[in-house]
């Protein structure tokens, strides 16, 4: 069992930065692929960016060059750095874990899934 909280999240103004934060505690957290996704009131889930266990990288388009993931497995942590941020990034944020390694951008292949973070950006 693996439980994940999300920290990090507020309200911001178009163009701002926010970094979240995801803390693992359980199994071994450098055996997980990690996954940051977000939901949009009215939106299906939307895959954001993922990290392997030997640090490859993932994103979405709509992110790539503004959004960075990395992880620290001594802290059992992994980040989203948010920055040039939009109205449209507003939404909650969820951390995710899979042991399995495949097929990273889809969300029902994830295991472990925390609570959540709410990001609003202000136009």
């Known amino acids: 069992q693996v439980q994940l909280v999300e920290s990090g999240g507020g309200l911001v103004q178009a163009g701002g930065s926010l970094r979240l934060s995801c803390a693992a505690s359980?199994?071994?957290?450098?055996?997980?692929?990690m996954g940051w996704f977000r939901q949009a009131p009215g939106k299906e889930r939307e895959f954001v960016a993922a990290i392997s266990t030997s640090g490859y990288t993932y994103y979405a388009d709509s992110v790539k060059g503004r959004f960075t993931i990395s992880r620290d497995n001594a802290k059992n942590t992994v980040y989203l750095q948010v920055n040039s941020l939009k109205p449209e990034d507003t939404a909650v944020y969820y951390c995710?874990?899979?042991?399995?390694?495949?097929?990273?951008?889809?969300?029902?292949?994830?295991?472990?899934w925390g609570q959540g973070t709410q990001v609003t950006v202000s136009s």
């Open positions: 995710a874990a899979q042991a399995w390694g495949y097929y990273v951008r889809l969300g029902d292949k994830y295991d472990y």
């Open positions: 359980g199994r071994t957290f450098n055996n997980y692929v």
